[in-house]
């Protein structure tokens, strides 16, 4: 048996020529040695994830990675690495696409943020992605050809290097796709949205959809523009947002500024991975303004109760048959 920390040595590189045939030996022997073998491989890329954007003590997490390594007995990959990931806090899960676990190339890069989390990525090109919270980006470990293009779930915010001769596509549900020079964006196409909304801060995009006619379309945004594409009816929809408020969440804040109460609990779903449950329909009449940096959220209830009389009752989550609690819940009267 080959122990987890020689495994992890030979992704690191900090192996010997004898230890490294050891383990390719050790890897070809069993299914069950090449799935344990891709866990530690995706779990080192995490850390090491962890480690450049400072969040954790990389060495520490890495010994708690291997204690959890010698626990692991059934379950999923998926699953298991979710649990490590909760109790390192990691905000990124990383897979890649290849045929076999050896030094051959590797195709494409998935990314994952856990629900209430956000995490920057860096592309092959420096062009730079934020996540938000529970969102998947895939893209190619090198761009070749001639174009440069990723695939994204979720909500995410690019900041793209101008290359006129490559130029930037982002992929989304419902065939909506983003065509970018160099710019600042930000993309909100989540699975259980009927919309895809596109906000650009500066440079210029162009939005390629299919119309009511399902004919293909386009339209060129102008810096400080946010389009609606509506999934059902197929048509779009443009506003001038409060620029701030849209992408404070990479940053981990929350700006309101005469924002609805459907956006707020949005805002707030995504930052602190609650669900809520509004019990008194009357309350979409409300709008607030405030930034919150840092705060809880019971603290910026409070500040919805003494704003508008909204009460509010916070529902604790229950564990499930894995051990997994669920989403915490927030009645508001």
């Known amino acids: ?3 987890e920390a020689l495994i992890l040595r030979y992704f690191t590189g900090e192996i010997t020529a004898e230890e490294r045939s050891n383990v390719e030996k050790w890897i070809s022997e069993s299914e069950q040695n090449r799935k344990l073998a891709k866990d530690i491989y995706y779990l080192y890329f995490a850390v090491d994830t962890l480690y450049t954007m400072k969040s954790v003590d990389s060495k520490q997490a890495l010994k708690n990675v291997k204690k959890r390594a010698k626990k692991r007995k059934t379950g999923t990959i998926f699953t298991w690495i979710q649990r490590v990931a909760a109790i390192l806090f990691i905000p990124l899960l990383l897979s890649t696409v290849f045929s076999k676990l050896k030094k051959e190339p590797i195709e494409y890069m998935e990314i994952r943020t856990t629900p209430g989390m956000v995490a920057s990525v860096n592309l092959p090109d420096g062009s730079v992605v934020w996540l938000n919270s529970d969102s998947y980006l895939r893209h190619p470990v090198k761009f070749t050809g ?3 293009e990723v695939n994204l779930i979720g909500e995410a915010y690019f900041k793209v290097n101008r290359n006129e001769k490559l130029p930037f596509f982002v992929n989304t549900k419902e065939n909506l796709r983003v065509e970018v020079l160099g710019t600042e964006f930000n993309v909100d196409a989540y699975d259980d949205n009927q919309y895809v909304s596109t906000t650009l801060l500066s440079g210029s995009v162009k939005l390629n959809y299919r119309g009511s006619n399902n004919q293909e379309k386009n339209i060129v945004m102008q810096p400080g ?4 594409y509506d999934e059902l009816s197929k048509t779009i929809a443009v506003s001038q947002p409060f620029l ?6 990479k940053e981990g804040k929350i700006i309101l500024r005469n924002t609805s109460l459907e956006e707020t609990l949005k805002m707030l779903s995504k ?3 609650v669900s809520f449950v509004l019990k008194n329909k009357a309350l979409k009449d409300n709008y607030f303004t405030g930034t919150f940096d840092k705060q809880q959220l019971p603290r910026i209830l409070e500040h919805l109760r003494i704003s508008s009389n909204i009460r509010y ?3 604790d989550p229950k564990s499930g048959d894995e051990g997994l609690k669920e989403r915490s819940k927030v009645e508001l009267y």
Not at 225 to 228: E, H
Not at 244 to 249: D, K, Q, T
Request: glycine share 0%; hydrophobic share 40%; net charge positive.
């Open 1 to 3: 048996m080959v122990d």
């Open 225 to 228: 523009q946010k389009i609606y």
């Open 271 to 273: 930052r602190f991975n």
């Open 146 to 148: 001639k174009t440069r």
């Open 313 to 315: 009752r916070i529902i």
């Open 244 to 249: 701030p408020s849209e992408v404070a969440w």
